[in-house]
């Protein structure tokens, strides 16, 4: 059964930088469209930036222009390299495949603190 598994959380300062990793442990990617959410304390899981099979790609207001969402399907791994951190950005980020194979990964936390 192919599991996604989300690395690169921690714990950063406003204004710092983390980069995510999503690795399939499957050759998925090529044939689904590629997201990732998060989901804040107290709050709806949200969507952050997704992708079209490796083409055009999308972005939530909040992050666009502070977030760079890429995919490398040879490595089955899908990135979120996130600048200028902001404390709101505090949340368990999710990566996510559809709609051929519809597949959540456990998380990642990510904490902006000072």
């Known amino acids: 059964q192919v599991q996604l598994v989300e690395s690169g959380g921690g714990l950063v300062q406003p204004g710092g930088s983390l980069r995510l990793s999503c690795a399939a442990s499957g050759s998925i990617f090529s044939t689904n469209n590629l997201g990732w959410y998060r989901q804040a304390p107290g709050k709806e899981r949200a969507w952050v930036a997704s992708d079209i099979r490796g083409g055009n790609t999308f972005y939530s207001d909040s992050v666009k222009g502070r977030f760079t969402f890429s995919r490398d399907n040879a490595k089955n791994t899908v990135y979120l390299q996130m600048y200028n951190l902001k404390l709101e950005d505090t949340a368990v980020y999710y990566c996510?495949?559809?709609?051929?194979?519809?597949?959540w990964g456990q998380g990642t936390q990510v904490t902006v603190s000072s």
């Open positions: 996510t495949t559809a709609p051929v194979t519809l597949l």
